[in-house]
């Protein structure tokens, strides 16, 4: 099955600067990396997506880059805000038909006002 | 759109008794839902996949006859922790998947704690 593994585990930012996550994945055959922000507390929310037929993809000040042959991706976000500071989850497809993801363990992102 | 609602938002239950809660997606048909388990400072775990109308697919590990899955109608899911004990303590969510949706995108509910005493 799909492993994901996700680094660092916490990172902490000065406001304004970037911040950059990054994912690898085991199966060559999944095809969907979505990335989830969640605060404490409630649900996760999508933030970005990326499929597997192209290498980047960007929305405003968050963007997402995709090497398939490394099988790795990986978040980054401009500019950083306190409104930034969140866990955030990447998650690879698994290819059985029925969308299922496989998340990452998360990542704690502490902007520094 | 792509609303996706849980019931109860919060429950506190002794050990021994039966919780069930509800998912529903409000705005769209989802033929595949799914239920997570998120203890505190950790990751979603994938408990089971429910399809409409068909028994949910269970991950490795996860009891079936515990957590019972009921997909009843292309909008509702319903998650049964029976004699629950203080170690299924957690927070769960469920998401959806829309039923034509070209992605795999998954909208998630609000989560519901339980607490077990």
């Known amino acids: 099955g799909e492993n994901v593994e996700q680094h660092p585990s916490t990172l902490s930012v000065q406001e304004g600067d970037s911040a950059v996550i990054k994912c690898t994945y085991s199966d060559s055959a999944s095809n969907y990396f979505p990335w989830y922000k969640q605060e404490l507390g409630k649900r996760p929310q999508l933030i970005i997506d990326i499929r597997s037929n192209v290498g980047e993809k960007k929305d405003q000040r968050i963007a997402v880059t995709l090497n398939k042959t490394a099988k790795h991706f990986s978040l980054h976000i401009t500019e950083t805000q306190p409104e930034d500071s969140a866990v955030y989850f990447c998650?690879?497809?698994?290819?059985?038909?029925?969308?299922?993801?496989?998340f990452g363990k998360g990542n704690q992102v502490v902007v520094i006002p | 759109g792509a609303v996706v609602s849980q019931h109860p938002s919060r429950v506190i239950c002794k050990s021994g008794t039966s919780v069930k809660i509800e998912c529903r997606s409000l705005?769209?048909?989802?033929?595949?839902m799914f239920w997570y388990r998120q203890f505190p400072k950790q990751s979603l775990m994938l408990m089971a996949t429910?399809?409409?109308?068909?028994?949910?697919?269970?991950e490795q590990g996860v009891e079936k006859d515990k957590f019972l899955i009921n997909h009843a109608s292309l909008t509702l899911s319903t998650l049964t922790v029976t004699s629950a004990h203080p170690e299924d303590s957690s927070f769960y969510i469920c998401?959806?998947?829309?039923?034509?949706?070209?992605?795999?995108?998954?909208?998630f509910g609000p989560g519901t704690r339980l607490t077990v005493l």
């Open positions: 705005d769209f048909q989802a033929t595949t």
């Open positions: 998401s959806a998947c829309r039923a034509v949706h070209p992605y795999n995108e998954q909208f």
């Open positions: 429910s399809n409409e109308g068909s028994k949910a697919t269970y």
């Open positions: 998650a690879a497809s698994m290819v059985d038909g029925n969308n299922r993801l496989a």
